[in-house]
């Protein structure tokens, strides 16, 4: 969208109604497809910081109860459905605690989708961020030093995820079993229902 086509957007009443019609239906549902299309319109049109934020911790509270199901059920989340989209949440959930240098809440976030995420890509990732969190490394010096910025080409689903490195990850993972093996057991009491 351009410019113009935003602040059009931001006028038009009709839009606006709509957008408030189905923020409210979403709300309602709980329908975290909806709710993400509601917070992703309200975020690309720069509207009420409020609205922003009610959808948002709606969204986190469907994600974790989502995510709750599954652990109960002992069953893993994958990249399509609904899952994809608990997955998205808490991701984005655990990234927003470490941007803030909550560490110790970034890094269960991060653990808790290291076990449940049934994907080998995004689960490499999510354990290089995860032992990044546990060692202290504020997000913008990863970024720096450790993100490849040129991204991979790959599945659309892939998009929300930071998985490209400056280094092979694998090799990188296998050097690191023994410090990943710690902070499972450190965290696994998470796990338990």
């Keep these: 969208m351009t410019q113009e086509e935003l602040e059009q957007a931001r006028l038009n009443p009709e839009f606006l109604g709509f957008l408030d019609k189905k923020e409210k239906d979403a709300l309602e549902s709980q329908n975290i497809k909806e709710l993400y299309e509601v917070l992703d319109t309200l975020l690309v049109l720069d509207l009420d910081d409020a609205r922003i934020n009610k959808v948002y911790e709606t969204i986190l509270i469907v994600a974790f109860n989502g995510i709750g199901a599954k652990l109960d059920s002992h069953t893993k989340l994958s990249l399509d459905g609904d899952d994809f989209l608990y997955i998205r949440a808490f991701y984005e959930h655990a990234i927003e605690k470490w941007s803030s240098n909550n560490f110790q809440g970034a890094k269960e976030l991060l653990f808790v989708l290291s076990q449940i995420v049934d994907d080998e890509l995004l689960h490499e990732a999510i354990n ?25 080409a790959r599945d659309e689903k892939y998009g929300y995820f930071i998985l490209d490195f400056k280094f092979d ?25």
Excluded: R
């Excluded at 290089?128 to 991979?152: P, R």
């Excluded at 090799?171 to 696994?188: D, F, H, M, Q, R």
């Design 169 to 193: 990850t694998q090799n990188y993972l296998s050097s690191k079993t023994k410090e990943l093996e710690a902070i499972y057991t450190e965290l696994k009491h998470l796990l338990t229902v």
């Design 128 to 152: 290089v961020k995860l032992l990044a969190c546990h060692d202290g490394k504020d997000l913008d010096n990863f970024y720096e030093t450790t993100v490849f910025h040129q991204q991979t």
